[in-house]
């Protein structure tokens, strides 16, 4: 596949998948990245960040190394491709962690997990001064009317010439 952008859906969509399964197989409590179906958001993100032909490269570069073991040919592609790797790496993480089936599986294990974007942000219970007020109060207030310039003209200062 020297052309990465003549690469069939297939492939791109087998290559991007055998990187993901690599990086993140699942197991009885967590789905493997493809099954998510975060090789598909890594690949349509992978276009947007480093180019079109991104995710076709990718698929290429892990599919020529697969003989190996998909583990030992994503490694072999990271010491190899590092930009790429690390740049495909990373979208994958966001996306992984942000499919609902990870998700689910993150609550599952009793965990409060806000998913991205979190519009709700972290759930914090209102402040409440007589709990959560400093016993003795720290700092000072200066009211803006009570504010004095300071006389600089006895220093120095920098870019002044002597």
Not at 69 to 90: I, S
Not at 132 to 150: F, N, S
């Amino acid at each position: 596949m020297e052309n990465y952008s003549q690469a069939s859906p297939e492939e791109i969509a087998r290559g991007t998948a055998g990187f993901a399964d690599a990086l993140f197989p699942g197991d009885a409590l967590f789905p493997s990245a493809s099954a998510a179906g975060a090789h598909g958001t890594m690949a349509a993100r992978l276009g947007e960040r480093v180019g079109r032909d991104a995710a076709a490269h990718l698929a290429a570069a892990f599919l020529a190394r697969v003989g190996e073991g998909d583990v030992a040919a994503a490694a072999r592609l990271q010491a190899e491709e590092p930009a790429l790797f690390e740049t495909a790496r990373t979208v994958l993480t966001f996306a992984y962690y942000e499919a609902p089936s990870v998700i689910a599986a993150i609550r599952a294990l009793g965990h409060v997990y806000n998913d991205a974007p979190q519009p709700a942000g972290y759930a914090l219970r209102p402040f409440d001064p007589a709990r959560e007020a400093p016993v003795r109060p720290r700092g000072a207030y200066l009211r803006t009317g009570d504010v004095a310039r300071v006389d600089l003209t006895g220093i120095a200062l920098a870019g002044d010439a002597s």
